[in-house]
């Protein structure tokens, strides 16, 4: 199985400051040039939303402040100006491979 | 705007087998370009992938799980189906039905049922 590690566990941003989650994968996700790497938002009592594909793919309507990045094994999502809505546990996923597998996520709060 | 809402029982009883469908609506599962997932998430944990299903009735589990599970789709209800054999506490979750692409993630999820195993 493909391990992602999230870190940190948690963290704590002033509104409008930037958030920066990690996440490390086990083995390469990358297949004909794209990561099979997503991220996901899930706040409590709410399913995930996925915010991100393709490691920097943002979907469709979700707001430019969030991007992803990618250094071989290593993805990264940023928050650009955290907002009150952001708050949230963000987890990161490979679908590169089954079984599919999520990091253990990062919660993000405010300062 | 494709919709997914899971139902079935909110209490199994440890050992018994817990079944979930997951209906899809907005939708058609027989258009092929999406598998039929199912995640959970434990109370206070994180998300865990239990596995997916073709339209076509091919199935790909969590290998953790494997041995209790079995995933089916009945597209002419347009719907897809979990069960779970001899479930313990350990079972206890959040249950998530999505609609996953191979190439995008999972776009589109379900509410989510709650499932709680005790006597």
């Known amino acids: 199985d493909i391990v992602m590690t999230q870190s940190p566990d948690s963290l704590a941003v002033s509104l409008g400051e930037r958030a920066t989650i990690n996440c490390k994968s086990s083995q390469s996700v990358l297949y004909n040039n794209k990561n099979y790497l997503a991220w996901y938002q899930k706040k409590p009592g709410q399913p995930p939303k996925q915010l991100i594909y393709w490691a920097s793919t943002r979907e469709s309507g979700v707001p430019d402040r969030f991007s992803g990045s990618v250094s071989g094994t290593d993805f990264t999502l940023t928050i650009s100006s955290l907002q009150a809505e952001d708050v949230a546990v963000y987890y990161c996923?490979?679908?590169?491979?089954?079984?599919?597998?999520f990091g253990g996520g990062t919660r993000v709060e405010i300062k | 705007q494709v919709q997914l809402q899971e139902s079935g029982p909110g209490l199994v009883k440890p050992s018994q087998t817990l079944s979930l469908t997951c209906a899809v609506s907005?939708?058609?599962?027989?258009?092929?370009?999406?598998?039929w997932s199912w995640i959970r998430q434990p109370p206070g944990r994180g998300l865990e992938w239990i596995g997916y299903i073709y339209y076509s009735g091919s199935a790909y589990y969590n290998p953790s799980l494997k041995s209790r599970l079995s995933i089916s789709v009945d597209t002419s209800k347009n719907q897809f189906s979990l069960e779970m054999t001899s479930v313990t506490a350990a079972d206890t979750a959040v249950y998530f039905c999505a609609r996953s692409s191979t190439d995008y993630g999972s776009d589109s999820w379900g509410q989510g049922t709650g499932v709680t195993v005790s006597s």
């Open positions: 996923q490979q679908y590169y491979a089954t079984p599919l597998t």
């Open positions: 907005g939708y058609s599962i027989r258009n092929g370009d999406y598998y």
